[in-house]
């Protein structure tokens, strides 16, 4: 993977168009800007019951998008990096409409995990207690075969979305054939997206079990074995991330989010900084994905007050409630039973709007996300400050519509011009081809409230110093052999874009 920022982004609602359109996007206006991109789902169709992570056919793309050509086209020039979604398959999928009609005759009637195979006994209460999961509904389902059999299949997440049964040779297989599809089309990164779901054990919280570990590692094997690099998603206690860096290519530094809002928040860059001592380096920095803000990833490991989190409980929910209180109350009207969430442990907002929209703390902490040891990793609407999108929440009903913003092509071009974002991409332009950032790390003494990253290459250096108990920074970079200074409060205040009205309350 390149040692450049790159993006994450669905194509159609940045591009309004298809693969090749936002090709054309990444070689004209966003020149310079990436060196990879992240295709949010672009399988067929990308418009099922959660926004393409529920494919009817994992290794066909959407025709509206374009084809494996399109993306073939696409990795000649970028790093691109797709997911895999390991845990589950949609019910719309032909393998699951061959299980519905032909029942224990069908070839795929093993290819989805049922309730009988992990509690063979039956399941008592506190077995289902026991069981970590993502939304508040039942982890289960029951399906009536055309037979008239009656079977009650895992659908952790949704019941358009069934889990298959990774462990048996038919899911093992239909996995292989799906990175051998990437392979073949350049994919360079695969994002193993819910794999922390995909192993169940009687008696287990069925998320994130010594054999999870276990499977993520004969998984990511298996990805390199093609050629290609893994990256695992997963939403958990620091530690746990900690753990399964040591196994894996690649993970997210999902910390780093809630650790930036709380050094804003309570003005002190201890916990950021206790942090930065332990992450894994082999990281991808992230402030905002096409998921919410994630706040189980520095809180405390439900049920154990042995594994205590890098941010206070009663802090904590100050935090979640500050993002709310910055976002004008429209982050609460898309987090837990507000809407039709899949996220208990995340709050859904923009990150721009998480800061208040305040340019001047939005360009510190996107360049805190640069300083950081990884690759960043930077969302579409996040690269445009985009604020929280009201209008699309109201039309759906779901909670992570609010961050996920269509983009017509004129008012795309128009955000460009913004101050905040020109300097943002600035920035990233700095963070691409400025030669200290493939030198050393370090991060200075300071002050519980101040924070100094400094990288050193040689003669070449940057570093960046803010103190969050006084609001000053200082960004000093080596130009031509003299320091040169960027000043990030010189970005005019810019009223909020019609696209993110504040929330009336």
Known sequence: MKNQVQLITYIDRLSGGGIADLAALLRGPLSGLFGGVHLLPFFDPIDGADAGFDPSDHTRVDPRLGGWEDVAALAADFDVTADLIVNHISRDSPQFVDFLARGSASAF????????????????????????????????SEVTLANGQRHTLWTTFTPQQVDIDVERPLGREYLDAILRTFAEHGVRTVRLDAIGYAIKRAGSS????????????????????????GLVEIHSHYRKQIEIAARVDW??????????????????????????????????TVLDTHDGIGIVDVGAERGDPELPGLVPPRELERLV???????????????GAAASNLDLYQVNCTFYDALARDDRNYLLARALQL???????????????????????????VGRDINRHYYARDELLAALHRPVV???SELIRLRNTHAAFAGAFRVADSSDTEIVLHWHNGAEFAELAIDFGAHRHRLV?????APREIDLSACAKIEPTRNAPRAAL
């Open 371 to 397: 300083f950081v040891p990884g690759v960043p990793q930077i969302y579409y609407v996040g690269l445009l400050a985009g604020g929280n999108d009201l209008e699309l929440l109201r039309r759906t009903g």
């Open 477 to 481: 970079v080596s130009d031509a052999g």
């Open 422 to 424: 020109a300097k943002l």
């Open 251 to 284: 993970v997210y530094d999902f910390a780093l989010p809630p650790l930036v809002l709380h050094a804003f928040a309570f003005r002190t860059a201890r916990p950021l900084k206790e942090w930065l001592a332990i992450r894994p380096r082999n990281a991808l």
């Open 206 to 229: 069925c998320f994130m079990i010594p054999e999870t570990f276990a499977f993520i590692a004969d998984l990511s094997r298996r990805v390199r074995a093609l050629g290609m690099q």
């Open 109 to 140: 009637a093993d290819l989805f995990l049922t309730r009988e195979r992990v509690f063979p006994r039956g399941a008592s209460n506190a077995d289902l207690r026991e069981i970590h999961r993502p939304r508040p509904a039942s982890p289960f």
């Open 321 to 335: 409630e500050s993002i709310h209180a910055n976002s004008g109350g429209s982050s609460r009207l898309a987090t």
